[in-house]
């Protein structure tokens, strides 16, 4: 299993992004695809999670943040728009297997088995 993230860049602020996550080595359908941020010095911070043709989103992002998928590619994207300096961190793309019983929503950061490198984003005031 393989995640991949790109897009990473520094942008201005009010500026936007399209990070991708290409995944490799397992059944894209079968798995929860989740978003995540990191700031220096601080928690790693959810963005969104998708599973089962649903995507959810960290109230704080909803509506400037947008996950698309493309099943055939095996690839997540992650559009960025009006994008603020405190949006600067490291953002990774993770999957987990999901659950019979999983819960609708965000999943914990814990619960992932797989995690890319991540991108780095940079946004300037």
């Known amino acids: 299993v393989q995640l991949v993230e790109s897009g990473g860049d520094l942008v201005q602020a009010g500026g936007s992004l399209r990070l991708s996550c290409a995944a490799s080595g397992f059944t894209f359908d079968d798995y929860a695809i989740g978003w995540f941020r990191q700031a220096p010095g601080k928690e790693r911070e959810a963005v969104s999670c998708t599973f089962d043709g649903a995507t959810y989103y960290v109230r704080s992002m909803e509506g400037r943040f947008a996950v698309s998928s493309d099943n055939a590619e095996n690839t997540v994207y992650l559009q960025m728009n009006s994008l603020r300096p405190e949006d600067t961190a490291v953002y990774h793309c993770?999957?987990?297997?999901?659950?019979?019983?999983?819960?609708?929503?965000?999943?914990?950061?814990?619960?992932?088995?797989?995690w890319g490198q991540g991108t780095q984003v940079t946004v300037s005031s």
């Open positions: 993770a999957a987990v297997l999901v659950r019979s019983d999983q819960t609708r929503g965000i999943i914990a950061p814990h619960e992932y088995n797989y």
